[in-house]
């Protein structure tokens, strides 16, 4: 199925009327529509990843529940919380009940005009509601459908609800964090979400180029746990063929030396990552100690492994006579790769993130104010992407041009569905 050209389109006011605007979304989604269904984290970081690459995406809100994460964050202005200014950027947002039969017709006209439906409800969902995908890719052969859930759509725990914080524990990945013999804490971040996020829109990606190929569209399933299991290196086949239980190791990990945070005379933190052979005897060197590049306890990766303890302790007590900002430069003139442990409030005035927008305005008109959220990742040279609004301050914002111009309703027709309740 050939992908649809199309102008992506922004409302102005909440309003039944033509009020649209052009976005100036360029990037390389911008003949992409995505229609994103679901609350809270993974599915929106979803649609908000695709977002920023030019897709027009529109979430869909249930009209008496909108999304939770309006109300997130730990930052409050004027009554605002600001997750959702970060997960909602570059949406439209539209009411529609997909628990009433009019809702789940008008949802299957706008399928017909899309390209991709992003949804994080628990599996069996869109079934229920008549809308599952052998319905939806009846209307539209190149659908791509992800489905992002807590354990996927098949196996004995499909159909359990699941949470970030759960998958991080089921698939191991919980407890490789923290210290031995304390209990396993968690990342201060939905970081099981987000990794789910991350994978759907790849899944989305490679699916829409296969369509290319064949002009069919397909499911992505993407589960919240097999996300989390995915990033974990090699402790499966470690665990397999030698019986190792790779387990939490504080600051470090085990048998990578010296890669450790270190204390400096102004109490701040360091990291100092030299455990590649060359690096390690720039370090030497640096601390005025080349011989220990030769000592057998520290001569290549292994022996450096074995003997991590004393030469974390070597390191240590050299890093404490020094600033941390002396420390940085003088490492940096070595060739050594260390950087601080920054706080938020280091980072949004990091020169580095700074000249590479990676800290960015997002308009929000909640509050009519400029709001600081992370920029655009990856950076595509020819196709950039872009934050070209916050999200949406209101459910509904967004009906006027998304049923007026998408699917043709009238003010009157809209006004009588808002009425029923449907939008």
């Known amino acids: 199925m050939p992908i649809r050209r199309r102008r992506t389109l922004v409302t102005t006011q909440n309003t039944g009327t033509d009020a649209t605007a052009d976005t100036g979304a360029t990037g390389a989604l911008a003949d992409i529509r995505v229609l994103e269904l679901g609350t809270l984290i993974a599915g929106p970081f979803a649609g908000r990843l695709l977002g920023d690459m030019g897709a027009d995406v529109i979430k869909i809100e249930d009209p008496r529940r909108p999304d939770p994460l309006r109300t997130w964050g730990q930052g409050e202005k004027d009554g605002h919380r600001f997750f959702w200014t970060v997960h909602a950027r570059n949406k439209r947002c539209i009411g529609l009940d997909l628990r009433s039969p009019d809702g789940q017709d008008l949802f299957r006209r706008l399928v017909a005009e899309c390209d991709v439906v992003v949804e994080n409800f628990r599996p069996g969902t869109l079934e229920k509601w008549g809308l599952g995908y052998d319905v939806l890719s009846e209307i539209n052969p190149g659908l791509v459908l992800a489905r992002v859930s807590g354990y996927g759509q098949t196996g004995p725990k499909a159909g359990r609800a699941g949470y ?5 524990a089921e698939s191991g990945l919980r407890h490789l964090n923290g210290y031995p013999g304390q209990a396993p804490p968690r990342l201060a971040l939905s970081l099981g979400d987000s990794l789910g996020g991350m994978f759907a829109v790849q899944g989305i990606l490679a699916a829409l180029l296969s369509r290319e190929r064949t002009g069919r569209g397909q499911v992505v399933d993407v589960a919240l746990t097999e996300s989390c299991l995915a990033i ?3 402790v499966i086949p470690d665990y397999d063929v030698a019986g190792v239980v790779r387990g939490p190791s504080g600051t470090r990990l085990e048998g990578i030396a010296p890669s450790n945070l270190y204390r400096t005379s102004d109490d701040m933190w360091i990291i100092i990552a030299a455990n590649q052979d060359t ?3 720039r370090l030497c ?3 005025d100690r080349p011989e220990l590049a030769d000592d057998e306890r520290f001569a290549d990766h292994l022996a450096r492994g074995v003997h991590q303890d004393d030469l974390d302790d070597l390191i240590g007590a050299w890093a404490q006579k020094w600033t ?11 060739g050594v790769v260390a950087g601080p442990v920054n706080t938020v409030a280091e980072v949004v005035t990091d020169e580095q993130f700074r000249a590479r927008d990676m800290v960015v305005a997002h308009h929000d008109e909640r509050t009519g104010t400029d709001v600081l959220g992370p920029g655009v990742v990856p950076l595509l040279a020819g196709t950039p992407g872009s934050v070209r609004r916050a999200g949406p301050p209101v459910a509904g914002y967004d009906n006027g041009a998304v049923y007026g ?3 043709g309703l009238s003010d009157d027709e809209q006004e009588e569905l808002r009425n029923r309740g449907v939008i």
């Open 324 to 334: 941390l900002s002396d420390l940085l430069a003088h490492l940096s003139d070595s």
């Open 285 to 287: 060197a640096a601390m």
């Open 164 to 168: 970030a914080s759960v998958a991080e």
């Open 232 to 234: 974990q290196e090699s």
């Open 405 to 407: 111009e998408i699917l």
């Open 279 to 281: 690096v390690f005897r």
